[in-house]
């Protein structure tokens, strides 16, 4: 096949490249992405819910929940402590890093439960919706 009589030959050649470098940057990034789409979704369902988190002895809001648990996530992102939504979970959203006692959920309605069990629940309906 001469490039005479096929002149798009190259072109077509680069288009394929650049579709299949495109598509394999996909594929590298898309366990992170899943990952962060997954603890977004965590933190969409505590910022949605009319639940309150006790922390050390004291409940607060789902927002102030949520935003305590950013940070921490924040802090887990710096050093790729979080690289699956499970980790999160159990690094960041079930207990104090401070004192080690674990997080509980109250939701109007429904008993008592520790965090990580709420949190847990949340990304296996999140999973499901997919």
């Keep these: 096949m001469s490039y005479q009589r096929y002149p798009w030959t190259p072109a077509l ?22 990952t962060e789409r997954e603890i977004q979704s965590l933190f969409k369902a505590l910022q949605q819910s009319d639940c309150e988190f006790a922390r050390n002895g004291q409940w607060y809001s789902a927002s102030e929940a949520s935003a305590h648990l950013q940070r921490k996530y924040s802090y ?12 999160f979970i159990a690094r960041a959203a079930s207990q104090s890093s401070m004192s080690g006692k674990p997080y509980l959920v109250r939701c ?19 999973r499901t919706a997919q």
């Design 13 to 34: 050649a680069a288009a394929c490249l650049l579709c299949s470098l495109a598509a394999g940057a996909q594929t590298a990034s898309s366990g992170t992405s899943t």
């Design 108 to 126: 109007p309605g429904q008993p008592e439960v520790r965090s990580q069990q709420w949190f847990e629940a949340q990304l296996a309906q999140a």
């Design 76 to 87: 887990l992102q710096k050093r790729d402590l979080a690289p699956t939504a499970e980790a």
